[in-house]
């Protein structure tokens, strides 16, 4: 086994997002119990001045489909941003996962060394392949998931360290 | 350019700690200005089983020290958790920068295949030493580093994305 640009993205991306799928899946169950209406979980935040719960679901999937676009050399499907409920969410997390999974290991060779540009308002990102999705895809993804899980905890949602890592380890 | 295991860890890891030390840095100078006990803020939580601020840097700490160690295959030294203070918590990170910086790309040369094995209270996990970097480290790195992000966030220190991610992309 040796690494490849395939192997150390879309498998991964792809278990966050299963991971996401479980953590929602206890917010929903969460919402329910309490009688929580869904878009009001969805549009718990941190910080008043950070971005809520649905928008971190939608730049963890955007940041994970961008990914597995640019460096597979594929059209990056556009998204709208209109989910406003736990299961709206669930459902683009489930898309992202579709798109990844049309991807394959071909289409990712020397990709390490690929020109990447991201445009932002007032800032120009360039990168290599490799740093792109070290620099700057792992660390949002799980950026993104990680305070997905803390808006999450700190409502009160049963979740835990199992929940956002997955089956791993052979357990 | 090709990927490998210590330029996928070692300054994946060290750019995250690096950035870290740029987050509390900024806790401190909050700290300071408010007149907030620096063991008041090491102590804060965002929620209350979760663990506080100073373990969530010690584990991305210990986390970081642990990879490089097992994967180079030296030994993994062991660290007290005592860190009290935002000061105490930044000697911690800069004494896991330096042992990281220790560890050189020829002894991680085949580690994608080592088998690793983490013993924790009533679990064993099984590895090989890519699954290792890819399913463990980075996913508890970064979760971990979010969450003290997103601690003093919640607080009300004022950082942004940008001390979180660093300097990339050549901006």
Redesign the interface.
């Known amino acids: ?5 395939y ?2 993205s879309v ?2 991306l792809r ?2 997002l299963q991971n996401l799928q479980t953590i929602l899946t206890k917010a929903v169950e969460f919402a329910d119990n309490k009688k929580v209406a869904s878009d009001v979980m969805a549009a718990s935040r ?2 008043i001045d ?1 971005v809520p719960l649905s928008r971190q679901v939608q730049i963890a999937c955007d940041t994970a489909k961008g990914c597995g676009a640019r460096l597979a050399g594929v059209e990056n499907p556009s998204v709208a941003d209109e989910e406003k409920t736990l299961q709206e969410l669930q459902h683009r997390v489930e898309k992202t996962l579709g798109f990844l999974s049309q991807l394959s290991p071909e289409q990712f060779v020397g990709s ?2 690929k020109a990447i540009q ?1 445009n932002f308002p007032g ?6 392949g ?3 999705l ?3 895809v ?3 993804f ?2 993104h998931i ?2 997905a ?2 808006i999450l ?2 409502i ?1 949602v049963d979740i835990g ?1 199992k929940d ?3 089956a ?4």
């Open positions: 086994m040796s690494l490849s640009m192997g150390a498998p991964v278990q966050g941190l910080a950070m390490e060394d991201l800032i120009t990102l360039n990168f290599k490799q740093d792109y070290q620099q700057f792992l660390p949002n799980y950026f990680s305070t899980y803390g905890r700190h009160g360290k956002y890592l997955g791993i380890g052979g357990v």
